[in-house]
């Protein structure tokens, strides 16, 4: 396939099962006023009909949009994401789904983030994305390469687009945080905790060591259904939305968003208590996962390696456990535990050779 003349940007992308993210870099090196974007990994069938109808009887699609809603229309489809999730229907993030790691979800996810990112009308992406452990082989890394890799003619919030992505390398998740923070030589490894995925990554320098890639499915999500739980209790129904505003306020010492009851409010302490006991109840499993995974005799487990990186939004509510279970060891939590492996992803896409863009 020939290569086109459109301005370029290499990107590094993540389907996370909560959130997806983009980050991008411009070839022609230009800045950018913002170069990272994520979005809930959520996709929902739009109907822009029924929106108009709610606006002013003359009102056009870009007159009633409001920062963070989005509309992408592709293939005789209309999806809503961000914001405007509520207003459409049949909402799917696609949980339980390997195919959503290459499907038209990634796929939509994908495109509106590149949305909103990049201003002009047409563009490249040159592409570096990941798979879980768990779903990490050689036919699922060509599926999804060979998936994402099109010439895509959408319309994004009521401007045509065209999008030519080229996905170059499929990596682990967590791959990322080691080709952003790790070495060329020594002895490292990774944990990354996201909402329902929980990945180990081991390397010797950049070169991962596959008996030591384990993936199990834990993670803030037993959190989110806890809060949910507790909500019950009290005959109030808490959107997956609502908890994590709650967890996120729980993670930076932020005053709880009410949780409104028929004669009151719950109690903020009440809340932390429910997530205290539920990270708790993750001790057990994740100790016995990361002791298991990275035992050696005669010594502490992970003390094969020099520095272990602990990344992923679950690093915020985790730390502790890891920690205490990996004691003797060297571990980095990274700072924007959430955003690492997609600006790993994306200076993979920028170190990549040229040969790696060219699709067969
Ligand atoms: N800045 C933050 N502060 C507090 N919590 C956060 C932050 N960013 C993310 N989280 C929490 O961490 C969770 C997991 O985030 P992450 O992006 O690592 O998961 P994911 O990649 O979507 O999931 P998976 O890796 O399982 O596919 C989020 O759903 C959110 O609740
Ligand atoms: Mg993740």
New binding site residues.
Partial sequence: MQSSSYPRYYAGF?V????SGLKVIPVDGLPMGQDLVTLP?FLADGDISLLLKSGDTDATLSSILQPGDYVLSWQDRTYFLGNLLAHGTYRDNAFNDERRYWSDHAQMLLLCLACILIPERCFELRLVTAL?VSLYNRERRQLVRHALSQTYHVTFNGREREVIVRCGYVAM?GQGILIHYGDETSEQAVI?I????TDLIAASGQRLIGRLCKGDQF??GQLVEDLQQMGLEHRRKITTEKA?AL??AY??QQPYPPIKTANGHLAAEHITTTIEQSIQRLARPLSSFLAGAWNVEEAPPGSQFDTIYLG???A?YFEKIVRATLQDCHIITIPEP?DANICGYADLAQALDEDRWEMH
């Fill in positions: 993540e996370g099962s909560g959130i990994s879980p998740e990354d996201g909402e329902r995925t993670g803030v994590h967890l996120q993670a930076h992923g939004g679950g915020y959430q």
